[in-house]
C-alpha cells in the first residue's frame, strides 16, 4: 500500500516511523510518503488560506496549493507504478470512522490524506478530484480538533495493522471490538495474563480450565457484559442475526428486553425499566 500525506506541519506525522507502521515501512509493505504543502506556494509569506466568502470567524484553505499539490503527488504516484488512489478528507462533518470502514481502507492500494487547518479546505478542491477517484469524508469522532494530522494517524494505524504481515499473529485482530463476523457492533471483554495472582486478584478460573468451549462462551457473556455497561446504542442496533440463544440469555439477564413486535430473530431492543449495571 502507498500513503500520501499533504500538510503543513510534516513533522506532525514523525510518528509513522514507529511502532506498527514504522515496521511495516522498513519491510517495504507500506510506502509513506509526507509532503509540505506549503511548497506549492508562491508568493514570500507561503500562504495557504484566506478569509471566507460570505463573511464570518477564521480561515479558509486556499484551491490553488492544495490543487497544485494533488496533481503532483498523482503525477508522482502514477510515475512509479501506484494505480487506483483514494482521497481521504478527515473532517468532523464526514463519515465515522469504523472498524468496517479500516478494513474498506485496508483493501485499497493508495490512499492520499489531506488533514485541513483552519475552517477547512475550499469544497471545489474536493469536487474537482472526486472526479478522478473515490473521495472519503472520514471523522474520528465527534469533536473538533485543531487539524486533521492526529486523524491521519488514527486512520493509518487502524488500516495498516490489517495489511498482510503487519500483525506478527495473522489471527490477532479476528477478536478486536467491531472486527467483522462475530464481534462485528460488539466491544471486546478483559484480558489477563500472568501471574495468575496479582495484589489479591485471580484470574477467571474459567481461563485457567484449558476448556476452549467455555472459555470462548466467557468470553463472548464479557463481551455483552461491557458492550451494555460502556455502548449500548451498538445492541440497541446490531443485526439479529449476530445473537444466538446464548447470547439472548445473556442479554436478558443484563436486562435486555426481546422485540414487543415479536421479531422472528428475538432480537433485543433496549434496557428494561430499572435495570442497572
Known amino acids: 500500500m502507498r500513503l500520501d500525506v499533504v500538510t503543513i506541519f510534516p513533522e506532525y506525522l514523525d510518528p509513522l516511523n514507529v511502532s506498527l507502521v514504522g515496521k511495516a515501512r522498513h519491510r517495504g509493505q507500506l510506502a509513506v510518503h509526507v509532503h509540505d504543502l506549503r511548497e506549492w506556494t508562491y508568493d514570500r509569506h507561503n500562504t495557504v488560506d484566506d478569509t471566507p466568502y460570505g463573511g464570518g470567524p477564521g480561515m479558509v484553505m486556499k484551491t490553488e496549493p492544495w490543487g497544485d499539490a494533488l496533481d503532483t503527488v498523482l503525477a508522482d504516484g502514477y510515475e512509479s507504478g501506484a494505480h487506483a488512489p483514494a482521497l481521504i478528507v478527515p473532517t468532523p462533518s464526514g463519515r465515522p470512522f469504523t472498524q468496517e470502514l479500516a478494513v474498506e481502507l485496508s483493501e485499497r492500494p493508495w490512499l492520499i490524506f489531506t488533514p485541513a487547518r483552519y475552517e477547512g479546505i475550499d469544497r471545489r478542491v474536493f469536487d474537482e478530484y472526486a472526479t478522478r477517484m473515490p473521495v472519503y469524508e472520514v ?3 465527534d ?4 487539524g486533521g494530522e492526529a486523524a491521519v494517524l488514527v486512520v493509518t494505524e487502524a488500516v495498516a495493522r490489517l495489511l498482510p504481515g503487519v500483525l506478527g ?7 478486536d471490538s467491531f472486527a467483522p463476523g462475530a464481534m462485528a457492533n460488539l466491544l471486546e471483554g478483559p484480558v489477563y495474563t500472568k501471574p495468575p495472582a496479582w ?3 485471580d484470574i477467571p478460573d474459567v481461563l485457567l480450565s484449558g476448556h476452549h468451549g467455555r472459555i470462548a462462551r466467557w468470553r463472548r457473556d464479557e463481551a455483552l ?5 460502556n455502548r449500548p446504542d451498538l445492541i440497541e442496533h446490531c443485526d439479529p442475526k449476530a445473537f444466538d440463544k446464548k447470547d439472548r440469555e445473556m442479554l436478558s439477564i443484563l436486562g435486555w428486553e426481546p422485540d414487543p413486535d415479536g421479531h422472528s430473530y428475538g432480537r433485543f431492543w433496549r434496557r428494561a425499566p430499572g435495570m442497572e449495571e
Open 139 to 141: 471523522s474520528i469522532g
Open 225 to 229: 457484559r461491557r458492550t451494555t455497561r
Open 169 to 175: 499473529n495473522a489471527e490477532s485482530h479476528r477478536d
Open 143 to 146: 469533536y473538533v480538533l485543531a
Open 199 to 201: 495484589r489479591g486478584r
